[in-house]
């Protein structure tokens, strides 16, 4: 499968500007991802059946995909992440260290769930597993 996530992570910054908010690939460009997603969970009674859970999935895979450009630009790449598909689904994932990450994942429970998964919390904590400072059974988080 081959993805363009800059384009995809393009899509998210021009989607963006429609709600005149400046994306640039920042970690204080995530405050606002995370601002911009929870204005989803509080309109979510909005999005109605298939088609309101198609749209609400199809923004959190967009901001999510942006999350993960901005992780890999901050560091991550620096610490052997890349983008990996399991079952259609891209992740940020080092194989050296048996590390993953799921952004798309995250931007999608911040919309369904509201600040209780921020996608900033996610963002910091991604670096601390990274950086192997945060130990877990399987590494992994979303």
Request: charged share 30%.
């Amino acid at each position: 499968m081959d993805i363009n996530y800059r384009e995809i992570a393009e899509k998210a910054i021009i989607f963006a500007k429609t709600f005149d908010v400046r994306l640039d690939y920042t970690t204080q460009s995530i405050q606002k991802v995370d601002e911009l997603l929870g204005t989803y969970f509080e309109h979510m009674n909005e999005y109605d059946g298939d088609s309101g859970e198609n749209t609400l999935w199809n923004i959190a895979v967009h901001f999510g995909i942006y999350i993960g450009e901005t992780l890999l630009k901050n560091g991550l790449a620096e610490m052997g992440f890349k983008w990996f598909v399991r079952d259609s689904l891209p992740i940020l994932r080092n194989d050296l260290k048996n590390t993953e990450c799921s952004p798309i994942t995250k931007a999608h429970k911040r919309i369904l769930n509201g600040p209780e998964d921020s996608v900033v919390s996610f963002y910091n904590v991604s670096f601390v597993v990274a950086r192997g400072e945060l130990k877990s059974k399987d590494r992994r988080t979303d």
